[in-house]
């Protein structure tokens, strides 16, 4: 699997009941499902995870392999905390009328969120264009799926809310067995877990 293809799955799962997503659902609800709001969360969206991208490419050459795992793990501990313990939005109080003021308040969510942090860390590892393209992608899907379920879409909240504490908490998961790659530990990890299984009674 490529950079591209991590990028685009990574920022399509991890942006389900994002920020990004939920304001768009909220807006259209509100005023319907506009061409233009679209446009423009898929134009902040693609913006952020090419910077995102760009940082990412900007910092692996500069490191040696054992460092770059353990910035990428650093990365997905970021990516969970901000899918576990970051609460949603209240109800809208944003600008809903003006696309250059949506354009502000989507770029602010997208560029820290979980999805953007993902494409970071991917980055890190494989060619930043790829990366960009797929995150670009990814978070355009997660959009798309807010922009047109509005009403219905947000009746769901609640329960995209427990997925993404969820998957966060995979994500957290995948940062310790990384960080245990890039230390070195993780034949020895693994070679200790098997001894403890195979210890217990059955």
Do not use: C, K
């Not at 990004?20 to 259209?28: E, G, V």
């Not at 233009?36 to 090419?50: P, Q, R, S």
């Not at 003006?98 to 494409?119: E, F, K």
């Amino acid at each position: 699997m490529n950079g591209f293809l991590f990028a685009l799955i990574a920022a399509g799962l991890t942006g389900i009941g994002a920020h990004d997503q939920l304001l768009l659902a909220r807006i259209s609800a509100r005023h319907g499902p506009q061409t233009g709001l679209l446009a423009v969360a898929a134009l902040t969206g693609g913006l952020a995870a090419t910077i995102a991208a760009w940082v990412g490419r900007d910092a692996a050459p500069q490191l040696p392999a054992r460092a770059r795992l353990l910035l990428a793990a650093v990365a997905l501990v970021a990516a969970a905390g901000e899918m576990v313990l970051v609460r949603r939005p209240r109800p809208l109080r944003e600008p809903t009328h003006s696309l250059g003021a949506t354009a502000i308040v989507l770029l602010a969510h997208q560029i820290t969120d979980a999805s953007r942090l993902l494409v970071f860390a991917v980055a890190v590892s494989w060619p930043w264009p790829q990366v960009a393209l797929g995150g670009a992608l990814g978070g355009m899907v997660t959009l798309a799926g807010g922009w047109l379920g509005g009403a219905d879409f947000l009746a769901a909240e609640r329960w995209l809310r427990r997925a993404r504490m969820g998957a966060g908490v995979i994500l957290a998961l995948a940062a310790a067995a990384l960080a245990f790659a890039a230390l070195g530990d993780v034949d020895r990890f693994l070679q200790s877990l098997r001894a403890f299984i195979s210890a217990r009674p059955i």
